[in-house]
């Protein structure tokens, strides 16, 4: 056997890259980002209000209480878009732009409106920046938010939609054929007999693949017969991509095993569909996995032949 790093780096050598694919914005959730994702504007993309308030000039309530005139109102999506001068104030809502001549919003609950709301009295004196947050504070125009590589969650959904991602690149999703192999497994839906357990591990890891971001498809069940296994893995092979479940961890060699009435021709039909395997998965361009598998299986007949020679002597 070889190890579970082993196995992860074969699957990563072998692994071509996913292609790429435009998805709609809302087609999007938990796919996989193929490019980076860049900022193009500012965010905040102006000077923003954090409450409800009165923009003012922190230099004109250092002596609270005062009074300021009214000149105008700023709301969310309608900004006031002049310049304010000292001794104004302007009636400011939460994520309001601030405008030119404020520096800092005193909220509303330390305030006052007098003479038909012309007049805000404030009651106390304010920081300088107080209730601000500045533009481009959170991220500048052209700074990478997202990065290629990156399952998209929902968070970052409402990101892409900040920065107008109205398509979104990400890499196809994989697939992934399921394959269980065991003589002693029947489906699930199959009152198991003596000797026999349904089969468990095939939605299992249909299930992980799912949560993975793939595709999966469960094979139909194998036995431990070789040419079976042979005609499994090239179904698999047409799918693109294999994951392998052995219940008991390892390629069997039942075929293999040498009892008393095992004789030379039955030793050579198992050799050939061992070899009938791996060329099969030489062919799917899986040269690194094939040649461990071969190994793997030369080790196991290697084993046999130095058994059986132990018994003749």
Known sequence: MISVAEAIQIVIDETQPLRVEE?????????????????????????????????????????????????????????????????????????????????????????????????????????????IVKRGSEIRKGETVLKAGTTINAAMMAVLASFGYATVAVSERPQASILATGTELVSVDAKPGMDQIRDSNNYS????????GGIPTRLPLASDLIGELTDRINAAARNRALAQSYAN????????????????????KAARQHEAMVEALEARDGQRLARILRDHLQAKCDAVLESMKERAA
């Open 249 to 268: 961890q390892n390629l069997r060699i039942q075929n293999l095993r040498f009892r008393s009435n095992f004789d030379d021709d039955k030793w050579a």
């Open 205 to 212: 890891i249909a299930a992980y693949t799912e949560l993975a």
């Open 23 to 131: 998805v709609l914005l809302d087609q999007a959730l938990h796919k996989v980002l193929a490019k980076d994702v860049v900022a193009d504007l500012d965010m905040p993309p102006f000077d923003r209000a954090q409450m409800d308030g009165y923009a003012v000039r922190a230099e004109d309530v250092t002596t609270a209480p005062i009074c300021l005139k009214i000149v105008g109102e700023s709301i969310a999506g309608k900004g006031w878009h002049n310049e304010m001068s000292a001794g104004q104030a302007v009636r400011i809502m939460t994520g309001a732009p601030v405008p030119q001549g404020a520096d800092s919003v005193q909220q509303v609950e330390l305030t006052h409106e007098l003479k038909d709301r012309t007049v805000v009295e404030l009651l106390e004196s304010v920081e300088l920046g107080k209730s």
